[in-house]
């Protein structure tokens, strides 16, 4: 039985509203992610996605102040909080089912799922949460802050990237005590698109459109980012940049709702129809894997 059957027989149509969180660092975001959270919107009969651009992952790198650092610390800088917001917003602002929240990046500190749910359960107390992620996000769940708590905070649902299954045999013990609609696996009917591939791209002059929102590319473009780092361009690694600073920043037709990403989030976590149905099953063996098809697109 589909949720939105589950949710038509509720006594007297009552329920509980519900919400997607999808957390990311979303460098960019792009249009896989739009995708995968419209999917399991449809598929779980969400009320509304909440987009949680992550403030400091700490997967990504430990201290993201500089390029220097980065490099020093052999990572790749993360692109500025605001920068990665302003995008999130712009891809969103077109579907009223969308919402971005600052909740992660205007918490100190690193960003951790856990704190993303906590958060959002506090500012919405009367709904049930859905953390969107990547289901290769899952095999290190373990590793995620308070990672035991998750599962009560709110329903996982995996999406499938291209050509990767799931291995979930180190998960064993755990799954089991899980109740049986914990966790979904979904496969998602959409385009193989990754944040790397659009850096690399911007990075060498190559095109990123239809890869991500026509809006972000025009912002990726007028704030040169992703380029290599000088005195003038100083790109994401300006750290006295804010929204004040840009008196020509892209302004989106609305601004959604706060609201998450968090997710990958994994601490430490992705929308035109016409293709097949997106396929999903609750995670019910712990060694079950799920391969994936030419489909498109942590926190913890």
Not at 39 to 44: C, G, I, R, S
């Amino acid at each position: 039985m589909s949720q939105r059957e589950l949710r038509a027989q509720a006594p007297g149509g009552a329920r509980r509203r519900r919400l997607g969180v999808m957390g990311g660092t979303f460098d960019p975001v792009h249009n896989g992610h739009l995708v995968a959270a419209s999917e399991v919107a449809d598929e779980f009969d969400l009320d509304e996605v909440i987009f949680v651009p992550t403030g400091r992952p700490w997967q990504k790198l430990r201290d993201p102040v500089s390029e220097d650092d980065a490099l020093s610390a052999g990572k790749r800088a993360v692109s500025h909080a605001e920068d990665r917001y302003l995008m999130t917003v712009i891809a969103t602002a077109s579907n009223p089912r969308f919402s971005v929240s600052r909740v992660d990046i205007d918490r100190e500190g690193f960003t951790y799922t856990v704190d993303t749910l906590r958060d959002l359960h506090r500012v919405h107390p009367d709904a049930d949460l859905f953390f969107i992620t990547g289901a290769d996000a899952l095999e290190s769940i373990l590793s995620w802050q308070d990672w035991r708590d998750l599962f009560e905070l709110a329903h996982f649902v995996g999406v499938s990237r291209p050509g990767y299954e799931l291995g979930a045999a180190h998960l064993a013990s755990y799954l089991r005590t899980l109740p049986p609609d914990a966790l979904t696996l979904m496969e998602i009917p959409a385009l193989a698109i990754s944040s790397t591939d659009c850096r690399e791209r911007a990075a060498t002059g190559r095109p990123v459109w239809y890869l991500v929102p026509d809006g972000v590319v025009q912002y990726i473009q007028k704030r040169r980012l992703y380029q290599a780092v000088s005195a003038e361009n100083p790109g994401t690694s300006d750290p006295s940049w804010t929204p004040e600073t840009e008196h020509e920043s892209p302004q989106p037709e609305h601004e959604s709702p706060e609201g998450a990403p968090g997710s990958p989030a994994g601490r430490a976590p992705v929308h035109d129809r016409g293709e097949p149905p997106a396929r999903s099953h609750p995670v019910t063996e712990p060694s079950t894997r799920m391969s994936q098809t030419p489909s498109p697109t942590q926190k913890g």
